[in-house]
């Protein structure tokens, strides 16, 4: 499967101002996955797919995964702003009022 990956600038102090996450990209038949991290410090806290997959991933539709993460510690935050490296395309980070970051990606139809 392809795997897409989601990439920030490095931890650097007291604030996190680098995150890498991986998920698998939607295949027709294939079971719905969520988004992983090997950033130590931080969490992937939900990971959801629109239009909405129960189960398995159908033919014919373009997903989005929309993927929240959040520090594991109030100790060491995010940085305010940032940029994420998210499948070629970099993007603007902004940390909402809990702290988190969420970051969205749409894939290409499934055959």
Not at 56 to 65: G, P, Q, R, S, V
Request: aromatic share 6%; net charge neutral; glycine share 8%.
């Amino acid at each position: 499967m392809l795997a897409v990956f989601l990439l920030a600038g490095c931890v650097s102090g007291a604030t996190i101002s680098s995150i890498t996450l991986s998920l698998d990209a939607p295949a027709t038949g294939e079971k719905v996955t969520s988004a992983t991290t090997s950033t130590s410090g931080v969490k992937v806290t939900t990971t959801t797919w629109d239009p909405v997959a129960s189960g398995t991933f159908d033919a014919e539709k373009a997903y989005t995964a929309t993927i929240t993460v959040e520090p594991t510690s109030t100790n060491t935050p995010f940085a305010s702003s940032g940029t994420i490296k998210l499948n070629g395309n970099t993007k603007n980070w902004n940390v909402n009022s809990e702290g988190k970051i969420t970051v969205s990606h749409t894939f290409s139809k499934t055959a």
